[in-house]
């Protein structure tokens, strides 16, 4: 079973379904029949002006988009409650400005027995390797400011602390080559002072996480009323990434949180120098 087809078993498709940020590699294309909306930061026309001439991008692949952000919140951008059986996004959580947030929307999003399907990078095996995990209480603070672009601090550590292994930005537990900064620390520091003077969007990884890192946030905004999905399935030892999916039926993860929190130390102490 390759990536997409172990991340569609994770969601009943038996019904509509949402996908979050296809872009020009959709996981459920329209073109092969599947029962599928899609939700992106801009029209297919203005994709297909971003990415022309990209390196390595099939523009045959992009597809109509029914649903545009443009800086609104995923449930404001689709504006129907309970709607969709199913809802997925690979490589997009470590994205957003307010996390929470999104999670919220995606749960108001799917119908009763709905499930939400996530495809998360480990920051272990990409350019996030030096950085700090993300904390529960960073991204609750996050929400509690209603953040739609991500702060000054946050785009100097994007900037400052991104890493290359190799060439490589992203790679397997066993790669070789060294790890090395790839922007210059001046880069950074002019950036944070930029963007305390523009209101300008930077995408940038927010949030970074390990496997247990990422199930015992989630666990903790459950059990503390901040959201109600809970951790059903969850699937690991895929490389550089890491899946999950979750309901507000699910049962949370088979360890406690201390446990959670003993790996996701051990799991850092992992990374290759």
């Known amino acids: ?31 092969e029949g599947w029962n599928i909306e899609t939700l992106d930061h801009a029209s297919a026309e203005d994709l ?5 001439g990209a390196p390595g991008v099939d523009l045959d692949r992009l597809e109509p988009v029914d649903h545009v952000s443009t800086g609104a919140s995923v449930l404001q951008a689709v504006g129907e409650r309970g709607r969709f059986r199913f809802v997925v996004a690979s490589h997009v959580i470590e994205h957003t400005t307010d996390l929470v947030g999104f999670l919220k929307d995606c749960e108001a999003l799917l119908e009763a027995g709905g499930v939400l399907a996530l495809a998360v990078p ?5 350019f996030d390797a030096l950085r700090p995990l993300a904390s529960t209480g960073q991204v609750l603070q996050a929400h509690l400011e209603g953040r739609v672009r991500h702060t000054p601090g946050q785009l100097f550590d994007e900037v400052a602390y991104n890493v290359l292994r190799g060439d490589a930005l992203a790679w397997g537990a066993d790669a070789p080559g060294e790890l090395r900064f790839f922007r210059a620390l001046d880069d950074a520091r002019q950036l944070f002072e930029q963007s305390q003077r523009s209101d300008a969007y930077h995408d940038i990884h927010a949030w970074q996480f390990t496997p247990s890192s990422f199930r015992l946030m989630v666990n903790d905004l459950h059990a503390i009323g901040a959201i109600g999905l809970r951790e059903q399935r969850f699937v690991d030892g895929l490389g550089a990434e890491f899946m999950i ?29």
Request: include cysteine.
């Open 122 to 126: 480990d920051k272990r095996f990409c």
């Open 245 to 273: 999916s979750l309901s507000r039926q699910g049962t949370g993860p088979d360890v406690d949180r201390l446990t959670l929190a003993r790996r996701l130390v051990l799991e850092q102490q992992a990374v290759q120098p």
């Open 1 to 31: 079973m390759n990536r997409v087809e172990l991340l569609r078993s994770l969601v009943d498709t038996s019904g509509l379904g949402l996908e979050i940020g296809p872009g020009f590699n959709p996981l459920f294309p329209k073109s």
């Open 48 to 52: 297909r002006r971003k990415y022309a």
